[in-house]
């Protein structure tokens, strides 16, 4: 009982630091993020006074700030599909190369440890008029194209090059889950004639199915946040159809200074990423996506 | 490893993080001052005077010009003082410096004297800014292109420090490829009255650039890709450019107050001549992400003309880098006018003020810091090693004596200053709100004026009433 009490000292004196470091840095901001989203709060102007839900009020009833949530949705989900199901294949066929799987893993990694600014200059570089994409396109007799005037092509190059840097985590994640399926009935569903597309997709996916759920709702939280690819590659262009919503926090923080409705937009943007992850939960955990034998 | 030193392993780096706790409530503003400003000064500095500081500017180039010129500023400056040591530190520019005074502001970590830029009027109007009083000698010395940006209710809280105009910079290597030129860089006889070298009205410019465009359009290569005019897109500070030319048709768009001119007449003008001028443009010059992106485009030879000033070209070019773009073909001129206007017109760009915090701890020091910024000498040295443009007149008297070969490719930009028929616009307005939704607006607009042939009017009505709602906001 002693020894109990001790080991149980032990750890809290370990813990004390880290939960002290969690309140201070996480629980305070938060509390002060809904603290001033009501609040009408200017740095510059010297404004600090309780405004209700004015801020809330103003976020839905203006089209620039209803069209970024749709802007950020749609990326999201968009992205969240690539990412995951790319991925998803990309973890299967490390799992298939017994030999030199340590170097596939690498060189899928190594993107994500790439800065996002060195990579969207490099694209910027490559979509200007004469730039490399344009010639690619010209060899293969397409037309030139007008990228940062193109909202598809500014949507394709964000959402490529977000993907492209998450793919090495999210397919180490799958490596792991596709580790831990008994290969025994993988044997088995090979006597009953189940190969290729149909054993992933009845035997596989189900046996993962509670990572796959996982990395799902976390990778669709992670898009619904995207905001670096934006800034540096289409900079919200063309004509604001790529604004997303943590483009408008930062322009209403540090072009307009107002705190207070920038805290009011991020406390929008969590409840909406909440309200999706949790339709995700109930979803994969709901009979919807049972796989039909 | 026993489980003693694993719990203890675990323990320090669980102390390890309340390190970063140890920060909270730190403020740099507790050092003492004497009454005279003996003590720290701190500086937030940007061009001319460097950041970071200058010595590690130096030490990868020591004839960097802002390096040099901040170590003669900075050390001329402790000599003359030597009870005040200046701590020069990086609140970087924009959006960064927004962050960093705004976040000093509420830490009450403000510096001394910073840097500051369009949004000056709005740190001055809410009393965050420190009056100043300047030597009579020196205060009407001054150029007054910036004083929207300087005064609030008559009284000054910031300094011009530098400041420049629009001009056009010239590639004479383009102009003789479209024959506009001959090879001995003297105007082909049908362009004589043109002044392919100094337009002196905008019609006659866009004629020029037309012509080149038609030329290019018949070429096979990379000359196929040469145009007139380099447009700046809506990615890299398109509004300031379109101010140039809406500034010489008289237009603006709006003041630091709210008050908007968008849809004026003249605005209308010169947007129905920036949609012509903007078809005489390089080959993907609309689809630029940024501004190094449209400059490199210069350099390589894809404009005949572009709003680029010595101090960017030269630096660049000097070096023979890029062989369609050679130092001894540059050339620059001011702006032209447009028909029928008489009064020459600019706009004041890239200017930097000076102000001091009011809640600073040193305000005697940065007083005498910004005498010192706005000293002769230092005024002068501004233009000998760094090329950029100060702002007395009496030194801007002594560089036109002077008459170096550095002044002769600035003199678009000096005698402005002097010449009091010359009208200079203030530059870009400061908005009380929505600064970002009335810039997206605008953007959008622009992105028409040269996409679509949408009526200018119209298009301008339209940018011009979301501008008026959303400066009417309350705050």
Redesign the interface.
């Known amino acids: 009982m002693k020894r109990e009490k001790r080991e149980a000292a032990q750890g809290l004196a370990i813990m004390i630091p880290v939960m002290i470091n969690f309140f201070i840095f996480t629980c305070v901001p938060l509390f002060m993020l809904f603290w001033y989203s009501f609040r009408n709060y200017n740095v510059i102007k010297k404004v600090d006074v309780f405004n209700g839900f004015d801020n809330y009020i103003k976020i839905f009833t203006t089209p620039e700030y209803t069209s970024s949530f749709t802007t950020t949705i749609l990326m999201a989900v968009i992205l969240t599909l690539v990412s995951v199901f790319v991925s998803f294949f990309v973890g299967l066929g490390c799992t298939k190369v017994i030999k030199k799987q340590a170097v596939l893993r690498t060189v899928w990694y190594i993107p994500s440890i790439i800065p996002v600014y060195v990579i969207t200059q490099i694209l910027n570089n490559m979509l200007t008029y004469d730039g490399t994409m344009n010639k690619i396109f010209e060899i293969f007799g397409m037309p030139t194209q007008d990228w940062y005037r193109s909202t598809f092509w500014m949507y394709f190059w964000i959402i490529i090059i977000t993907a492209w840097r998450n793919i090495g985590g999210t397919s180490l994640l799958f490596i792991a889950a596709l580790g831990s399926v008994d290969k025994n009935v993988y044997e088995a569903a090979d006597l009953d004639g189940a190969t290729g597309i149909r054993r992933i997709w009845y035997i596989t996916i189900p046996l993962i199915k509670p990572m796959f759920s996982f990395i799902f709702i976390n990778a669709f939280i992670g898009a619904c946040q995207i905001f670096e690819p934006v800034l540096f590659i289409s900079n919200g262009g063309p004509d604001q159809t790529t604004k997303v919503i943590l483009y408008r926090i930062y322009d209403e923080a540090f072009w307009n200074f107002k705190l207070g409705f920038a805290c009011a937009l991020s406390v929008v943007t969590a409840v909406f990423i909440s309200i999706f992850s949790i339709l995700g939960m109930v979803v994969s955990d709901s009979d919807m996506l049972k796989i039909k034998e | 490893m026993n489980k003693f030193v694993k ?1 203890l392993l ?2 320090a780096m ?5 390190f ?2 140890s920060a ?1 409530g730190n403020t740099n503003n507790n050092t003492s001052v004497g009454e005279d400003g003996s003590g720290v000064l701190r500086v937030w500095g940007i061009n001319p005077i460097s950041q970071p500081g200058y010595d590690q500017i130096l030490e990868v180039d020591p004839e960097n010009p802002t390096g040099v010129y901040s170590k003669w500023l900075i050390e001329s400056f402790e000599e003359a003082n030597p009870n005040i040591d200046i701590q020069l530190e990086t609140a970087g520019w924009e ?1 960064d410096l ?2 960093n ?2 976040t000093a ?2 830490a009450g970590t403000q510096p001394d004297t910073m840097a500051t830029a369009t ?1 000056t009027p ?2 001055s109007r ?3 800014l420190a009056k100043l009083e300047l030597a009579e000698e020196v205060e009407t010395d001054l150029v007054t292109s910036l004083d929207d940006f300087c005064f609030h209710q008559g009284k000054r809280y910031a300094v011009p420090v530098t400041q420049m105009l629009f001009g056009i910079a010239i590639n004479k290597g383009v102009l003789r490829k479209a024959g506009i030129l001959n090879s001995d860089n003297t105007v082909a006889e049908a362009w004589v009255e043109y002044s392919p070298l100094a337009p002196k009205t905008w019609e006659d410019f866009l004629v020029i650039c037309n012509a080149i465009k038609t030329w290019a359009n018949g070429q096979s290569g990379e000359n196929k ?1 040469i145009g007139g005019f380099l447009n700046c ?3 890299a500070d398109s509004h300031v450019r379109c101010l140039a030319i809406m500034a010489s048709a008289g237009g603006d768009f709006a003041d630091n107050y709210g008050e908007v001119y968008l849809n004026s007449p003249a605005n209308v003008k010169a947007y129905e001549y920036m949609r012509e001028l903007w078809k005489s443009a390089p ?8 501004l190094g ?1 449209l400059n490199a485009m210069f350099y390589e030879g894809k404009a005949a003309y572009a709003f680029m000033s010595p101090e960017e070209v030269a630096p660049i070019v000097s070096g023979g880098a890029y062989p369609n773009c050679k130092m001894e073909d540059m050339a620059w001129c001011e702006l032209p006018n447009f028909e029928g206007v008489e009064k020459k017109g600019n706009v004041a760009v890239g200017g930097v003020l000076y102000a001091v915090l009011a809640d600073g701890n040193n305000e005697v020091a940065a007083k005498k810091f910004i005498e010192h910024i706005l000293s002769f000498e230092a005024q002068k040295k501004i233009f000998d090693i760094i090329g950029r443009v100060p702002v007395r007149k009496s030194v801007l008297k002594a560089i036109q004596e002077e008459n170096t070969d550095w002044y002769k490719l600035n003199s678009y930009q000096v005698d402005p200053f002097l010449d009091e028929s010359y009208e200079i616009n203030k530059g870009i307005p400061v908005f009380e ?5 009335c810039w ?1 607006a605008w ?2 607009m622009w ?1 028409k004026v040269f ?1 679509t042939d949408d009526d200018i009017s119209t298009l301008l009505k339209n940018c011009h009433n979301k501008w008026v709602g959303y400066l009417a906001e309350e ?1």
Do not use: E, F, R
């Not at chain 2, 080959?283 to 940024?290: D, E, I, M, P, Y």
């Open positions: 719990k675990c323990g669980a102390t390890a993080m309340l970063g706790a909270c959006l927004n962050k005074i705004m502001i509420a949004y709005l740190l809410y009393g965050h890709d897109p809506t990615s080959a993907g010059n609309q689809s630029v992400s940024s992106v709100n929505n600064t970002s939704l997206d953007n959008g992105q996409t705050a």
